[in-house]
């Protein structure tokens, strides 16, 4: 259970969901002073914050559901396969 905490707690994940949140308040808000600078994205603006924003959710929901060691188990498979079948592969490309 202590490395499902870790997994969930990862920096990455941190990120897409905290820039997730901005461009989703970004998005809702509109114009807007945040301290010395102010917000005004406009339909356009707002409307790509909305896009960016819900799609970092997006990767800090995959990212906490399936972890980088599962990528890294996909990947290694993947480099094992190709160095397996690298002569198949050379005779499809090649065409010889």
């Not at 509109?30 to 997006?58: D, T």
């Not at 996909?74 to 002569?87: D, E, G, P, R, T």
Request: charged share 5%.
């Amino acid at each position: 259970m202590n490395e499902l905490n870790n997994m969930t707690n990862s920096p990455l994940t941190t990120f897409f969901l905290i820039s997730g949140i901005v461009f989703l308040t970004i998005s809702v808000i509109g114009q807007s002073k945040l301290f010395f600078a102010e917000i005004n994205p406009g339909c356009f603006g707002r409307f790509l914050a909305l896009i960016i924003g819900i799609f970092s959710l997006i990767c800090a929901v995959f990212i906490g559901v399936f972890p980088l060691e599962s990528v890294d188990l996909v990947k290694n498979y993947l480099a094992q396969q190709l160095q397996q079948n690298i002569s198949s592969i050379n005779q499809l490309l090649l065409g010889s």
